[in-house]
């Protein structure tokens, strides 16, 4: 579990492409010293467990299920990644409650400068959006966000401040850029419980059940 609060940026330092499978080493100095074998990192919202280490360095092996949902299969060397440690439950969560399971791939529509803070504009999966509200939370390669705004076509309007725009890759996207998407947690259960009893996260009722 992790809370959207990015504690690092780190680097693609090399791509190994298997049969199957893909093994990304990254390079993390501010991080790396402290994992484990075994970990969980969020990289870019995704989370990936630690399996090789060396001090300012570890590997993950991302499969093929990662690969189709992910950014995770674009990579390449020198790529910038969010980084976060899997929460502590003794801790403050700052963010809100992320798994780390993308539920899709969304990619930034348009970029706006508004006084000192940004304003970018993403389209989500459909399925993705239908779980969003507007002032709710959302995930963006990792990023615990708040929606400004939802946009007709599938969109989602971010306010960024210049702290996190510095400190996160988000500041490094360009148009067109892709982005794993997680959506709302809370969003997820309610739809899956409406859906249960009959009802889609519309509030219709489906045909056939009370």
Known sequence: MFTGIVETTGRVVEVQ??????????G??????????????????ACLTVTELSPDEFSVDVI?????????????????VNLERAAR????????????????VGH?????????????????????????VEHGSITLNGVSLTVSELLPES???????????????????????????????IGKYVARILSARGRDPAGKLHEGRA
């Open 17 to 26: 492409k298997r049969e199957s499978t893909s093994r990304l080493r990254f």
């Open 64 to 80: 093929g299920t990662t690969l189709d949902r992910t950014v995770a299969g674009m990579y390449g060397p020198g790529a910038r």
């Open 89 to 104: 439950l003794n801790a403050r969560i700052d963010g809100h409650l992320v798994q780390g399971h993308v539920d899709g």
């Open 155 to 185: 969109g989602v309007r971010i306010g960024v401040i210049p702290y996190t725009y510095e400190h996160t890759n988000l500041g490094e996207l360009e148009e067109g850029s892709p982005v794993n998407v997680e959506g709302d947690l």
């Open 108 to 132: 930034l529509k348009r970029r706006m400068k508004s006084g000192e803070y940004w304003l970018l504009d993403f389209d989500i999966p459909t399925e993705i959006l239908d779980l969003t």
């Open 28 to 45: 993390a100095p501010t991080i790396a010293g402290d994992l484990g074998l075994g970990d969980s990192v969020a990289v870019d919202g």
